[in-house]
């Protein structure tokens, strides 16, 4: 059951990302005035989410899921790189957070 749990909340994450992801597209499409918050957001939230989920599906597969032999090692660093890329991560909070300041 602990198991299943972990896999909710990745299923979970995932969707989540990509909805915001598709939100924040969608405002790009149509040139809103929001964009700038919702990029950054779309950003930040799915390159975090990518990040949790493949740590947690390596804890899954324990050390199979750490060896070469598998692609999700690939995975694991292919989505940190995301959080650190294109603007880091903290670099969109400050961005957000202006944002948000300024109503
Ligand atoms: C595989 C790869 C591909 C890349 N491709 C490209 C590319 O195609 N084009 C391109 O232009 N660049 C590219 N980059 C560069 C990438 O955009 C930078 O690495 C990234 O912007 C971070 O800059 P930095 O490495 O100088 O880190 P630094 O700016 O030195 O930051 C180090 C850490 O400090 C944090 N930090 C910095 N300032 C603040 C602050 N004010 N508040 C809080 N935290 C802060 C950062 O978030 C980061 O975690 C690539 C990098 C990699 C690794």
Known sequence: QGIQ??????????????????????????????????????????????MQITTDAVQLLGGYGYTKDFPLERMMRDAKITQIYEGTNQVQRIVMARQLLQG
């Open 5 to 50: 749990f972990m896999l909710a909340d990745m299923g979970m994450k995932l969707e989540a990302a990509r909805q915001l992801t598709y939100a924040a597209a969608g405002k790009s499409e149509r040139g809103d005035a929001d964009l700038t918050y919702f990029g950054a957001a779309a950003k930040c939230f799915a390159s975090d989410a990518a």
